[in-house]
């Protein structure tokens, strides 16, 4: 990597952290919400669609459901 490539993965990481093995992106109001990797989030969209609480709603609301139990 050139200095350039150096600068700017640092500015993209920036609100990234590892925590315990775990990585996490810092959101609105300093709230850690955990990164999903695609297979575990479309686990979570599948539930949220046809389980328990399940419910026709709009993608932005499910969404929000996600950001609001600490996901991203």
Same mark, same amino acid.
């Given at each position: 990597?050139?200095?350039v490539e150096k600068q700017k993965?640092?500015? @993209?990481?920036?609100?990234?952290t590892?925590?315990?093995?775990i990585v996490y992106r810092m959101?609105?109001?300093n709230k850690m919400r955990r990164c999903l990797t695609t297979?575990?989030?479309?686990?979570?969209? @599948?539930?949220?669609?046809e389980g328990?609480?399940?419910g026709q709603f709009v993608i932005d609301i499910i969404a929000k459901k996600n950001l609001?139990?600490?996901y991203w």
């Open positions: 990597m050139n200095l993965l640092t500015r @993209k990481s920036k609100p990234f590892l925590k315990e093995g959101g609105q109001g297979s575990k989030a479309q686990n979570i969209l @599948k539930e949220l669609h328990v609480a399940r609001d139990v600490g």
